[in-house]
């Protein structure tokens, strides 16, 4: 008999789940990363751009679209092939060796510190932090919608432990956003797809300190994103109104949703 196809990772899987329930009903419906329906529909690349590699300068300009959008400095922005390329590359790029995550959430965060060698240790907002050079957080949290308020988020940076906190979702409550506090010692992680319905296109960033943010750009060289990026990151930070707009309607599916589900017992 075949071993069944694992689909405890984050990110869909769907041809994965498809081959494992070949006689599930058609199409699927994949919930698995909160990405909006509704999609950012302004302009993408042109021919020109795609055929060529994107000149630095215009990936510092979507740096400073994102940054004036999440409301910090453009040198503390570094865009990224989605922010699950920051997660990946922290533990070497802080040197930590250890880290607390704030459970349940996603994997990808205990999957790229288990895979950099790094001890993780999973708690719970009800628990004690365990000791741990640094400290993950999710918010808004993703599976379950947990939101906690700046002030709890900042209550949880100390001298002693790095702070990040991945604010891949905030884009429907950016009241919860901490952008404004990143630093060398608290990072902040941003997610272009979700929000803007455009996971495929890949973007993402990291909000630190100066000098963190240096690091991680050297890292990853003159083109770390691409013109596709660039176009769709650069329009969609430009348009405050359509991002207004689609907090009014995803907040009113999403009550629409619940009365469904409770209507349904």
């Not at 997660?87 to 250890?98: C, F, N, Q, V």
């Not at 050079?133 to 308020?149: I, W």
């Not at 432990?161 to 506090?181: H, K, M, Y």
Request: proline content about 8%; glycine content about 10%; some cysteine.
């Amino acid at each position: 008999m075949t071993e069944p196809v694992k689909l405890y990772r984050h990110g869909g899987r769907l041809t994965d789940a498809a081959l494992q329930f070949p006689a599930a009903p058609r199409p699927w419906v994949d919930l698995s990363t909160g990405i909006n329906p509704h999609a950012w529909a302004g302009p993408r690349a042109d021919g020109a751009a795609l055929r060529r590699l994107p000149d630095p300068a215009e990936t510092a300009a979507l740096e400073a679209s994102a940054a004036g959008a999440f409301g910090t400095r453009a040198e503390q922005v570094v865009a990224l092939p989605g922010a699950e390329a920051a997660l990946r590359a922290l533990p070497r790029l802080t040197g930590a060796r250890s880290v607390a995550i704030m459970a349940p959430t996603y994997g990808g965060h205990a999957q790229g510190w288990a895979a950099a060698g790094c001890a993780v240790r999973p708690f719970t907002w009800q628990s004690p932090i365990p000791e741990a050079d640094a400290l993950v957080v999710v918010n808004p949290n993703n599976p379950d919608g947990r939101a906690l308020p700046v002030a709890e988020i900042m209550g949880l940076a100390t001298p002693e432990r790095l702070l990040i906190v991945d604010e891949s979702f905030v884009e429907v409550t950016p009241g919860l956003s901490i952008a404004a506090q990143a630093s060398e010692r608290v990072i902040v992680l941003r997610s272009f797809g979700k929000f803007y319905g455009l996971a495929g296109v890949r973007l993402g960033f990291m909000l630190a300190g100066v000098g963190l943010c240096a690091r991680l750009r050297a890292e990853l060289g003159d083109w770390p994103v691409s013109a596709e990026a660039i176009a769709a990151g650069s329009g969609a930070y430009a348009a405050p109104a359509w991002a207004g707009a689609t907090r009014t309607r995803l907040a009113a599916d999403a009550a629409r949703l619940d009365a469904l589900l409770r209507g349904a017992g």
